[in-house]
């Protein structure tokens, strides 16, 4: 049963042709670019769905490097010519820009986009921009059926950082507080966990704080290659009180050597094995609804490094979550 969903209200800059490598004609031969469509209409649901968010407006408040505005195309460009394991379909509607300043008003505008996309039964992945892109997410997903209906939603963090400065105006910086404080206006606490935490990046604050909103947190020098059972267990436990899971990934998670273009490169980081490793056991599990991707620097990529990591994350969730077993 195909669903048509008009999300061109919300959107700012209607997309672009996806465009790649090809290597001739048959299934055999599929890139994301051959598959990717540009309009929601008549999607089948479970297709996922591409929308960007160009910001860095939250980077700018955060006192970090700007430039993460530009991370959408990069992200669509390293995913575009990546080899398909068998045939499947996505959409792209587009990207909503804050282009004024007004973060605000491009939350709002992103919620509106994802809200009826999820309503109709499409994973939908965010491509940021700066971290302040959780919040819209967060918005879009507060605003849909299941969670109207008592679904319970689970949000992990794949982080340096908890993300959890209380300050007068939104930043990348502030997005978990802001969905803890919607929460608890709405009777509710906030299921927050957050994988590859690192302690030099965080005052003793932000770690009070944490434990005072019941925040579940691993470290970075938890999660190292020997530590896959403890990392496993904790993703286990993550999903087992979620009915509805919105995975956040922010690329200076990873290594500096892996993901060099971010606003704050990490000197420790959680390895790409580890974070690919979690990525797929959220998308296995049938429980995600919106995933996105933040922090992307193109400007500060070196070889286009954390471009390619970011689209490898996302191209792994999306064929993870078919259910056919992944090659390779």
């Known amino acids: 049963m195909t669903t048509d969903i008009d999300t061109t209200a919300a959107v700012d800059l209607t997309p672009e042709p996806w465009t790649g490598r090809s290597d001739g004609p048959g299934d055999d031969t599929l890139r994301w670019h051959h598959v990717v469509g540009r309009s929601p209409a008549h999607a089948e649901p479970g297709d996922p769905v591409f929308v960007g968010f160009r910001s860095d407006e939250g ?3 955060n006192q970090g490097r700007q430039g993460a505005a530009d991370g959408p195309r990069a992200l669509r460009g390293a995913l575009a010519s990546m080899a398909l394991p068998w045939p499947l379909r996505a959409r792209d509607v587009g990207d909503v820009a804050v282009a004024d300043g007004d973060l605000e008003a491009g939350h709002e505008r992103l919620s509106r986009v994802i809200t009826p996309l999820v309503d109709g039964g499409h994973p939908v992945v965010v491509l940021g921009g700066g971290h302040e892109v959780a919040y819209g997410s967060y918005r879009g997903l507060a605003g849909t059926r299941a969670l109207r209906e008592g679904a319970r939603l689970g949000v ?3 982080d340096a950082h908890f993300d959890l400065r209380d300050e007068v105006r939104p930043s990348s910086g502030t997005p978990f507080l802001q969905m803890a404080r919607d929460e608890e206006r709405s009777g509710r606490r906030l ?3 957050v994988l590859g935490v690192s302690q030099p990046s965080n005052t003793a604050r ?3 704080t944490a434990d005072a909103l019941g925040v579940r947190y691993l470290p970075d020098t938890d999660c190292g290659l020997l530590d896959v059972d403890r990392v496993d267990a904790f993703v286990e436990e993550f999903l087992a009180g979620s009915d509805v899971v919105h995975l956040s990934i922010d690329l200076d998670v ?3 050597s892996a ?3 971010v606003s704050a490169p990490a000197a420790y980081g959680v390895r790409m094995e580890v974070v690919e490793r979690v990525c ?3 998308a296995a599990s049938g429980k995600l609804a919106v995933c996105d991707v933040a922090e992307l620097n193109p400007g500060l990529d070196v070889d286009h490094r954390t471009a ?3 689209a490898r994350l996302v191209h792994r969730i999306l064929t993870t979550r078919t259910g056919a077993p992944l090659r390779g």
Do not use: D, K, S
């Open 59 to 61: 980077v700018r408040r």
């Open 156 to 158: 992990l963090n794949l």
């Open 191 to 193: 299921n927050y966990w």
């Open 206 to 208: 932000l770690f009070r």
């Open 254 to 256: 990873l290594p500096a």
């Open 259 to 261: 993901a060099p273009g």
């Open 280 to 282: 797929a056991a959220v």
């Open 308 to 310: 390619r990591a970011g």
